[in-house]
């Protein structure tokens, strides 16, 4: 991500704004923006878009970089952060950047200062990082988008994070007071103390655990949880009161996870006053004890609330019913459709029912049919027909081609001319036989095995594998980065083209 050098923004002109700006612009609906759209953008009255773009690559606000289709441009962590300070600062907002105060995850917090000499904090997000990506199963920042730019999602988490802390601070919970936001920045007020993690020794140990008990209580019966209430998201201010901060993760008391995440705060905390302070209350809030006071959760659309509750509210606020009424209405619903799907099972059983009492009558008929068949001609079971078919046939044609059933030589011809009178003997009851059995079916099967040697299927393997190896070390480009490499390659490329095409050229 690199450090923000904000010496460079001294130094900038419009004109450095202004591309960056068209960058900015062009990158909604592109990975990498071409130069010339980037110049048909800005329109600067005197040209020169490519000398400024070449200016800012130096400064690391811009990078050049090969795509499988084109080359283009991006904007930087750093170019961003620079369009949102000089935003914040033509809105009068901040006049002065110092110290870097904090670092965390997913953000960077600076002191800074605003016309009147008045110390502000600056949070910054930094979404991409490589200890905190896995943004899909973290956060709903997505939504229905299977790509995102991290400058777009940083965007997204800033807008989130003001939209709940400015709902905090107009409901008097002890969190900083939200100032403005441009882009990934967030102005803020500057606390005057220190995170709950640098504090060893407090006056009264019983009092904080009930002061951020019920805190965590309050947001709940508000309709939000807040996902990672720990000692690093708390400070204590100078006359030891909790301040809450870092708000991207909450999430709505309707979340799928909702239970999970209260639970998780709680457990937080009473681990820390254990281990830090060597205290241990048996009292502690559930998640079933909370009781909906606000709909803070429509207000900022916190992750967990969806459409369908917001259409409930809304019904219910204009027929003046309350929360109880929608419990009962949803548990109404679900015993309805309980009794359908009973009933409906019921119906399905019933009908099966009849079809295998029916299945079992024409299967009992079959076998009266074949009895009366068997009987008639004085045979065994219907299996052991079907045997003795087959092996009446078999033992025929073995005698006609010379040979015995089982495959043992023949001796003599006398044997033979005995089997041949034999067999002609029976061949004259098995026609009688398979007439009664035609019915019945001899399944046979047989198996087969590979009969090339492991050590050619090895062999096999190794020289497919050495292939693609070879393959995909062809396919493998070389990361080249500047314009001059860019260059060469289109002149290569016509050249090749020239050549395929000499009778056209001449």
């Not at 951020?212 to 400070?235: A, Q, T, W």
């Amino acid at each position: 991500m690199g450090k923000l050098n904000v010496a460079v923004l001294r130094y900038l002109t419009k004109e450095d704004f202004r591309v960056l700006t068209a960058v900015e612009m062009g990158m909604k609906n592109h990975e990498l923006v071409p130069g010339a759209l980037v110049a048909c953008i800005a329109n600067l009255r005197h040209g020169g878009v490519h000398k400024v773009m070449k200016d800012l690559c130096k400064h690391r606000l811009l990078t050049y970089e090969r795509g499988k289709h084109y080359d283009g441009f991006r904007l930087t962590n750093s170019g961003y952060d620079f369009l949102s300070l000089k935003t914040l600062t033509l809105r009068g907002v901040i006049s002065s950047f110092g110290n870097q105060i904090g670092t965390g995850k997913e953000s960077n917090v600076y002191v800074v200062g605003n016309e009147d000499g008045k110390q502000l904090c600056l949070k910054i997000h930094r979404l991409g990082r490589i200890c905190f990506r896995n943004l899909k199963e973290k956060r709903d920042y997505h939504q229905h988008r299977n790509f995102a730019s991290w400058l777009y999602l940083s965007r997204i988490s800033a807008t989130k994070e003001f939209a709940y802390m400015k709902a905090l601070h107009d409901r008097g919970f002890p969190v900083p007071k939200p100032i403005d936001f441009c882009r990934n920045c967030i102005i803020m007020e500057l606390i005057d103390g220190l995170p709950l993690t640098q504090i060893h020794e407090v006056d009264d140990v019983e009092g904080l655990y009930d002061d951020l008990m019920n805190l965590i209580v309050r947001l709940g019966n508000s309709g939000v949880i807040h996902g990672d209430f720990n000692e690093f998201n708390i400070m204590l201010s100078n006359d030891l009161k909790p301040v809450i901060i870092d708000f991207p993760q909450m999430v709505s008391t309707s979340h799928a996870e909702a239970e999970r995440y209260f639970n998780r705060d709680v457990t937080c905390i009473r681990n820390f006053f254990k281990k830090r302070f060597g205290y241990e209350s048996s009292l502690y809030p559930t998640f079933k004890d909370l009781e909906r006071e606000d709909n803070m959760d429509k207000e900022v659309s916190a992750s967990g609330f969806t459409c369908q509750m917001d259409e409930l509210l809304t019904r219910l606020a204009s027929c003046g019913g309350g929360l109880e009424d929608m419990e009962s209405e949803g548990e109404e619903e679900e015993f309805s459709d309980d009794d359908s799907d009973e009933e409906a099972d019921s119906e399905e059983e019933e009908s099966s029912e009849e079809s295998e009492e029916e299945d079992e009558g024409n299967e009992f008929s079959d076998e009266q049919e074949v009895s009366k068949k068997m009987k008639e001609l004085e045979l065994p079971a219907s299996t052991d027909v079907g045997l003795q078919c087959s092996l009446d046939s078999d033992q025929s044609d073995s005698c006609k081609n010379g040979k015995h059933l089982r495959g043992s030589p023949v001796e003599n011809s006398s044997d033979c001319k005995k089997d041949t009178d034999e067999a002609s003997a029976v061949n004259e009851d098995s026609c009688s036989k398979e007439k009664a059995c035609s019915h019945v079916f001899s399944l046979r099967s047989t198996s087969t095995c590979a009969t090339i040697a492991p050590e050619v299927i090895s062999n096999r393997v190794k020289k497919s594998l050495e292939k693609r190896e070879k393959a995909a070390a062809r396919r493998r480009k070389i990361v080249v980065k500047g314009e001059a490499s860019a260059t060469t390659r289109h002149r290569r490329e016509n050249t090749a083209t020239i050549k395929e095409s000499e009778g056209i050229w001449g």
